[in-house]
């Protein structure tokens, strides 16, 4: 069958808010406007507006009532059969896009199931030991150690049934290979910001330093602002999270919390910012690659996919530990070096991660195996 011809859907696992996982969804519903998507959970305020024109299939847990919905935690145990309900008999290719669940769906003999990895399920391999350790704290915290064992199963037994396996980055090949003994293709996500140029911005201020992110506890945003309470310089954070509460209670007045941003508006802080402050461990790391797409040089820890994003000395600066003394020591080494950036060469150095790159390498992917 002609690629042409394959009738297609996507799969997601969460629709309840946006990062980059969901960009890079949202361009795979550019090169894909007919395909469905088939999602756990669709939450279509929080997504303000995306995807709003989609076919989108939700699992059963959105006829939970509202309150369960946002607290769907306490039905973790559910989450594995969520994907496999997914009714995809129709469909001659489906793609799943995965950063836990849906590369556990279910589909016929002769139909093409390619899986994007953005991650293994952090919180049952790399995080296990960090996750059991918070929620133990918590009421019936001396179950979570058998659920996770569950899950751990449950995940490498998912990984086995997708016919291929694309991970968003080196860092996350490796990952796939330790985890779940597969080998995967490396394709990386689309970045792309609408031209700061295009817009306008709210913000007056010029030359601070720059988070954009989930405020989750991994992210270790906590961290950075240990640093930037010290050092006294000005730190803007873009993001929402479960942490966000708890982040502004430990930030100082030189920190500004500026919550959800437009994409128009968010290339205008990008375009402003003097470096992008990168604390935590990323299988990828979208928005340090969107901030250097804006000419803004990034500070990283070396780990993760960041090595393969920053080019030391031309379009950042790593550190050895996620510690506030050596970010800080990090940072002072940017402000001694900042001169000799070249902002035309940090766009140049992210441009290779393109949206039509990636749009022509998922295109290339799916014509290989669809010959097969």
């Not at 769907?72 to 896009?97: G, H, Q, W």
């Not at 016919?163 to 090949?173: C, P």
């Not at 930030?251 to 508006?265: C, V, Y």
């Amino acid at each position: 069958m002609k690629k042409k011809d394959l009738k297609i859907a996507l799969v997601h696992d969460f629709l309840n808010q946006y990062g980059g996982a969901e960009k890079t969804l949202e361009v795979l519903c550019e090169m894909f406007p007919q395909a469905p998507i088939y999602t756990i959970l669709y939450e279509k305020e929080k997504m303000r507006g995306k995807f709003e024109n989609r076919e989108i299939h939700a699992s059963f847990f959105q006829k939970l009532p509202k309150f369960l919905r946002q607290h769907f935690k306490y039905f973790m145990f559910l989450l594995p059969t969520a994907p496999e309900t997914f009714d995809l008999r129709d469909f001659d290719l489906v793609i799943s896009s995965s950063g836990a669940w849906t590369k556990g769906i279910v589909t016929k003999l002769n139909t093409i199931h390619i899986a994007y990895i953005h991650s293994p399920m952090r919180f049952v391999w790399d995080w296990n030991e960090k996750y059991l350790e918070e929620e133990r704290k918590k009421k019936l915290g001396f179950l979570i150690r058998p659920i996770l064992s569950y899950f751990r199963v449950w995940d490498k037994l998912a990984a086995d049934r997708p016919d291929y396996l694309i991970a968003n980055s080196r860092y996350t090949q490796r990952r796939i290979e330790k985890y779940y003994r597969r080998e995967s293709a490396v394709i990386y996500p689309p970045v792309y910001v609408q031209p700061a140029t295009a817009v306008s911005s709210k913000l007056s201020v010029v030359g601070y330093f720059l988070i954009v992110s989930r405020l989750s506890a991994y992210k270790k945003i906590k961290t950075a602002i240990e640093v930037f309470n010290k050092l006294e310089l000005p730190l803007f954070i873009v993001g929402e999270g479960k942490e966000k509460k708890y982040l502004k209670s430990i930030a100082r007045g030189n920190i500004k919390f500026l919550g959800w941003q437009s994409e128009a508006e968010l290339a205008k802080i990008y375009s402003r910012a003097r470096a992008f402050i990168f604390p935590g461990v990323d299988d990828f790391g979208l928005a340090p690659a969107e901030a250097m797409l804006c000419g803004v040089p990034v500070i990283a820890l070396r780990k993760g996919g960041l090595i393969e994003i920053v080019e030391e000395g031309k379009t950042g600066e790593f550190f050895e530990a996620g510690t506030p003394e050596v970010l800080a020591n990090a940072i002072r080494k940017f402000v001694e070096n900042e001169k000799k950036y070249d902002k035309e060469y940090i766009k140049q150095s992210a441009r290779k991660f393109s949206k039509d790159r990636f749009k022509r390498e998922i295109n290339e992917f799916i014509g290989k195996v669809a010959r097969n």
